[in-house]
């Protein structure tokens, strides 16, 4: 009779090999895997109305320099979109990286019911044990999927470009606002102060029966219209304030800001020969044009999903149903390969094509609207320049001229007190005709360095389109 080896306890075991190989598999992830940094600590952005530092208004309108530096430091949509363009540059690198490798382990001829003693003597004889690791291979799809995110990554910079283009032309124009509405204040409160003393002298001679008390109630029906006029003004200025506020996120004051700080803040050349070109430029028309590269990109890597991705694996077996015949140290190579007979990405495809589609339509209409926004904007400041001057050099002086002589007539008695109001109104109508029309030629300018792009030199280097 012939004796069949005794059972050994340790056979049942997974082999020590195995965990070995999953040590040494492991590794090279472990090594790939990209260190953590440390998270720096989180500042929380200041609130308007929390009691905080005080925006330097006079500084950041004559320096552009600091006020994008001030942005990036105090506005939380800045960092958002810095925080946007960190994640499509990890979707570049993750778009990259190779498909994970697949481990197999097996354990088989598990006896099941009567054990066959003329094969296997007992039942951990008839096991065997299998290990094997695949990998997937893709053809032609890696590329384009890197180029289709390098362009989105690039595109996403120029968004972060445009939106600190956008906050530092609204942050310019509501510290101007809020210098502009203390120019108004300062001009309504002068014509008060003014209105009230002529109102206290004529008070004075009505007593002594020099004028009439019609006269008198005129001159005080005219200060109450211009206290009215600055309440109105205050409001809007505090209005003003605040928005000013929301923006820079910081207390905005009104007395540290003057309108000839702030119309030199968008003053400057604008080139009229070749305005399709410098729009053509602007960070938002060339994120547009790169997401539009993207979409081509993805629709190649889609269409090359008809291209089937093999899988190529290796496999070692170790049998211990030596009785029954079988070899005890095996070793196995697989392939396999997709059918892309129904999905090869046909409809993801003309998708993206569509979309690529989308995105040059909209780039030549935000280009032709904008070109149209543009001429309009030139033509408007060239008016408002004529007018501001002719304001400045001739109306102004006149009617200081005559408010000059009317008050001097109307102490001699010469004109009465309706002429001297009528000058006085012009006067002071003119000196906010003057606030209006300066305040007005910034929006232009400023929303015309807006349509063309002119600041972006301050928001950093643009990348290239062919990156």
Known sequence: MRLLPAFNPSRAQVPVFVAAFCILLGRPAWADEPVTPPHAAIVSPVSPSAPGPTAPIATLLSDPNALVAWLKRM????????????????????????????????????????????????????????????????????????????????????EYRDALLGLVSDARAAMTKVAYLGARQHIL????????????????????GDVSGVDHARLLLDAERVERDVLDNRSDLQDALSDCEALLFARCQADVATLDSA????????????????????????????????????????????????????????????????????????????????????YQARESDHRAEELSAQVQSMQRHAASDARSLLIRRSVLRSKLENIQKAALPRSKEVVDS??????????????????????????????????????????????????????????????
Do not use: C
């Not at 190649?300 to 149903?321: E, F, L, N, Q």
């Not at 006067?427 to 015309?448: P, Y």
């Open 263 to 346: 119309e030199k803040s968008a003053a400057g050349q604008f080139a009229v020969n070749d305005l399709e070109g410098v729009i053509a430029s602007r960070p938002d028309l060339r994120a547009l044009r790169l997401e539009q590269q993207s979409a081509v990109s993805e629709a190649t890597m889609h269409r090359r999903s008809a291209i089937p991705d093999p899988t190529v694996g290796v496999s070692y077996t170790r049998s211990y149903d030596e009785l029954a015949g079988s070899q005890p140290y095996t070793v196995g190579v697989s392939a396999s390969i997709p059918l892309p007979f129904f999905d090869h990405g046909q």
């Open 75 to 158: 506005n939380p949509d800045v960092r958002a979109a810095s925080a946007r363009v960190a994640q499509a540059s990890d979707q570049v690198g993750a778009s990259r990286v190779w498909q994970n490798p697949t481990l197999d382990l097996g354990l088989n001829n598990i006896v099941v019911g009567r054990l066959n003693r003329a094969a296997a003597s007992s039942r951990a004889d008839a096991l065997s044990y299998s290990v094997g690791l695949s990998q997937t291979f893709e053809l032609g799809k890696r590329g384009p999927r890197s180029d289709a995110a390098k362009l989105h990554r690039d595109a996403s910079g120029e």
């Open 189 to 208: 409160e002068d014509t008060l102060i003014s209105a009230q003393s002529q109102a206290d002298l004529t008070k004075i001679r009505l007593d002594r």
């Open 406 to 467: 009317n008050s001097v007539a109307y102490e001699r008695g010469q004109i009465s007190l309706t002429d001297l109001l009528i000058a006085r109104r012009e006067h002071a109508s003119l000196l906010l005709e003057e606030a209006d029309t300066r305040f007005a030629l910034f929006s232009v300018e400023n929303d015309l360095r807006r349509a063309l792009g002119i600041d972006q030199n301050l928001v950093g280097e643009k990348p290239r389109e062919d990156s």
